[in-house]
């Protein structure tokens, strides 16, 4: 996953810098895993992540991130390591 092409694409969120850094990671921590893509069968792409975002309630960047890894947590279990709990706001 090209990391900044992923930060360009969270503008639509009109996210925070700490929200994007934030949630920028925890996409590549996900990506990383191969979890997505074992559970789903899918690659897990930017395109991926933009829809899944968009279909969360129209909150703020991390929690529409919470909202889309507590999706995948219910369906498939394990994800809770890809929520974002605190955000370093320096």
Known sequence: MDR????SALDAFAPTPPERRVVVRQAIDLADSGRYAADTGHELTISVIEGDLR??????LVDRWNWWVGSLTVA???????Q???IDEA
């Open 4 to 7: 900044d092409r992923l930060h």
């Open 55 to 60: 279909d969360a309630p129209e909150e703020s």
């Open 76 to 82: 498939y279990g394990g994800y809770e390591r890809f």
């Open 84 to 86: 974002i709990r605190a």
